[in-house]
């Protein structure tokens, strides 16, 4: 019986060896990928028909307000800075009108628009009531959240052009 527990014992001797305790070396976890980098904003700019009508107290200025809708792609925030709107007629110097973030802020609700998202509301300028009017543009503003400088430019349609002409045509007579 002492020899077959001898060679049990000399049998079990390199398991017991090999199980449990510290081997003292702890496996080095393999880190997450890095994140895609992320990408400048991308918006799109739309307008609706502009609602134009006399200011009450001076019927040479007009207040024109239209609808505006911003869609950012690319899944960075962005914010508008300002909106800028320039005028021109046939016999009359050009007009400029821009406003900032807390005017936008009123009429939006905000002046942020989050990535993959959109905003939507209306605008309103009020601006000189003349014959003539040969063109509007609207410049849009915006930073997005990396800081990069985005600039949309959209000519008013030729709606708002007929609307505001025969407006001041009216007034003229």
């Known amino acids: ?9 000399l049998f079990l ?4 060896l090999s199980c449990g305790g510290d081997s003292g070396t702890t496996p080095t976890p ?6 895609p980098p992320q ?7 739309t307008l609706g028909d502009a609602d134009i009508s006399i200011v009450s107290l001076n019927p040479a200025r007009a207040r ?4 505006v809708t911003f869609r950012e792609t690319a899944g960075t925030g962005v914010n508008i800075n300002f909106i800028r709107l320039e005028m021109r007629w046939t016999r009359r110097a050009d007009y400029q009108a821009e406003i900032g973030a807390a005017p936008i802020i009123a009429a ?13 509301g209306n605008v309103f300028f009020t601006i000189p009531l ?7 543009r609207l410049t849009f503003g915006m930073t997005d959240d990396l ?15 007929e609307i505001y002409n025969r407006l001041a045509e009216s007034l003229a007579r």
Do not use: C
């Not at 393999?30 to 994140?35: E, F, S, V, Y």
């Not at 024109?64 to 609808?67: A, E, G, I, V």
């Not at 400088?149 to 008013?156: G, W």
């Open 64 to 67: 024109m307000s239209f609808p």
């Open 108 to 120: 939006l609700g905000t002046n942020h628009i989050n990535g993959n998202s959109s905003l939507s």
């Open 39 to 45: 990408v400048p904003a991308q918006v799109q700019v």
């Open 147 to 161: 800081g990069n400088d985005k600039t949309t430019i959209n000519a008013s349609g030729s709606l708002a052009l």
């Open 1 to 9: 019986m002492k020899i077959k527990s001898f060679i049990l014992l």
């Open 30 to 35: 393999t880190p997450p990928p890095p994140p």
């Open 130 to 136: 003349q014959e003539g009017l040969t063109g509007m």
């Open 13 to 16: 001797i390199p398991f017991m």
